[in-house]
């Protein structure tokens, strides 16, 4: 953390602008090195680059961020250059020839952020989220991970805990003074109404979901029109079609976005009893396989004999001889569109019940189990009677509120964490 880091921190050349971000204790080092002068702090100023030859490097837009109120709690140095790539090239070279000066790892700036006391670990994890978000829904979940709306909510929890520990800690020190000899008579009541605003939020749509999106399995026999409709659904042809059974062996996944909700759809290999075929056979169990996972399964084979909790879809409606079911969820034809509107409409509203609320910050399983752990604690705090029972469960109950925002944590978390983000971040 002492060393002084510098990467580009915008898209790919080339591009119209450019940003490359120095930070750390030789930030201003490299200020003077480059521009020849101090720059004024927190404006934005025209300056020109040369090397240390004094040949130019490239007009800039620069700014001067002496810290710690900067975005890494360090001295931070931000130059807009030209984006082409002979510019950043020769930028970055100059850099990595003044002493002290290094390009950054991935994710090291904002880890330096969360090591400085910027940002916190639950701050952190939003961040990296809204990095990768691809959807109108994941972004404004991150958004309000990132934003501090949970690490908030940790923080009064954490407080009013903190209360409550000292009123336990009063009757450990002072039991025999009459009027710190037992605990307040509303101490349990307050652990119960604590664990229950936890219990709330351990109940909510888990952020995997949202990431990985609503997993959709199309499933039935060979030629019951899976992998048509699967092109349907995705709007691109990524599933070979024929009239010839078992064109598709394998499972071919594909995400897609629905009016902003982000969707997994699965087509299978045609579930048969009997194959020959030892490809098409692994095949079969794979999509055995995949129905066991899936948060819905649409059944296009025999009406009644889908796994429990699947749409009965009745499918190629267009097609003399279809296939005809006595009362699906939906009758449709993926080649003339008859019905898809509606099938789409169908799986948008029930994803979005089991999603994040729009802004609403899901819990990813790292702090759903620290939260499963602290509200069980707490439900053994309010039911133990021994003060020295009851300290310990809110100490646990404390470790996990810390760990959730990073105030304890391993470095192999870190490591695994901030190695998601991009050079740059």
């Avoid at 971000?21 to 090195?33: C, T």
């Avoid at 934005?44 to 710690?68: F, H, K, M, N, S």
């Avoid at 810390?402 to 192999?412: F, I, M, N, P, Y």
Wanted: proline share 5%.
């Amino acid at each position: 953390m002492t060393d002084t880091i510098f990467a580009l921190s915008s898209g790919a050349p080339p591009a119209a602008i450019a940003v490359v971000r120095v930070s750390g204790p030789l930030a201003g080092a490299a200020m003077e090195a480059l521009t020849g002068r101090r720059l004024p702090p927190r404006r934005a100023v025209a300056a020109t680059l040369r090397d240390e030859r004094d040949e130019v490097i490239d007009r800039v837009l620069a700014l001067w961020l002496p810290g710690p109120q900067t975005a890494t709690g360090e001295d931070t140095l931000e130059l807009h250059c030209h984006g082409g790539r002979a510019v950043v090239a020769a930028l970055e070279a100059v850099l990595v020839r003044i002493e002290g000066l290094r390009p950054a790892q991935a994710g090291e700036f904002t880890r330096r952020a969360f090591a400085n006391g910027r940002i916190d670990l639950a701050e952190a994890e939003g961040l990296a989220d809204l990095l990768s978000a691809e959807t109108e829904l994941q972004r404004q979940s991150a958004l309000a991970l990132a934003g501090g709306a949970f690490s908030r909510v940790v923080d009064d929890w954490r407080d009013r805990l903190l209360v409550l520990s000292a009123a336990v800690e009063a009757v450990l020190d002072f039991a025999d003074e009459d009027d710190v000899a037992a605990l307040p008579p509303d101490f349990a009541a307050r652990l119960v109404g604590l664990e229950g605003e936890i219990t709330q939020w351990l109940a909510r749509p888990r952020a995997e979901v949202l990431r990985e999106g609503f997993k959709v399995v199309l499933a039935g026999p060979p030629n019951a029109g899976k992998s048509t409709l699967f092109n349907a659904l995705v709007e691109f042809d990524a599933a070979i079609t024929a009239p010839i059974a078992g064109t598709t062996r394998d499972l071919l996944t594909h995400p897609v976005a629905l009016a902003g909700v982000p969707f997994r759809f699965v087509d299978t290999a045609g579930l048969t009893e009997a194959t020959e075929d030892m490809i098409e056979a692994i095949g079969v169990e794979r999509a055995k396989a995949a129905l066991g996972s899936a948060d819905l399964v649409l059944w296009l084979g025999p009406e009644g004999e889908g796994p429990e909790g699947a749409w009965e879809i009745e499918a190629q409606a267009d097609r003399a001889g279809h296939r005809t079911k006595a009362a699906p969820r939906h009758r449709l034809s993926a080649v003339s569109g008859v019905g898809m509107d509606a099938l789409r409409q169908d799986l948008i509203a029930l994803a979005r019940q089991v999603m994040p609320k729009p802004g609403e910050a899901a819990l990813n399983q790292r702090q759903h189990r620290l939260l499963a752990e602290a509200a069980q604690s707490l439900d053994s705090g309010a039911n133990l009677t021994d003060p020295l029972l009851v300290a310990e469960s809110l100490r646990l109950a404390r470790l996990a509120f810390d760990a959730l925002l990073g105030r304890t944590t391993t470095e192999d978390m870190l490591d695994t964490l901030f190695g998601r983000f991009c050079i740059g971040k």
